[in-house]
């Protein structure tokens, strides 16, 4: 049983440097930790109705953060960086 598109894809990366990106038509969305590279391509292509060329993933470990004498940590995300075929756009990035 695969998973819902929407457990798949968490929130879109909102940041300087990934509206530049999106620009040139790569967006970057913090998915969940198991999703593998096919998932991401079918719940992007499933949840906007736009046709994918390629999908990059990366895994950022967690900080280590310290608040006085109470040590933690930040918990791992995944990221993936979508590419989309020319001429094709994500609404939620254009501000629409």
Do not use: C
């Not at 006085?68 to 939620?92: C, F, M, N, Q």
């Amino acid at each position: 049983m695969s998973p819902d598109a929407r457990d798949i894809i968490i929130a879109p990366v909102v940041s300087e440097k990934t509206y530049a990106e999106a620009e040139k038509g790569k967006y970057t969305f913090l998915v969940a930790p198991r999703a593998t590279k096919p998932d991401i391509r079918r719940a992007v292509e499933q949840i906007w109705g736009v046709k994918v060329e390629s999908v990059n993933t990366l895994r950022r470990r967690g900080k280590q953060v310290r608040r006085h004498l109470v040590r933690g940590s930040r918990p791992d995300v995944r990221r993936a960086i979508v590419t989309l075929h020319e001429g094709e756009k994500i609404a939620i990035f254009e501000g629409a």
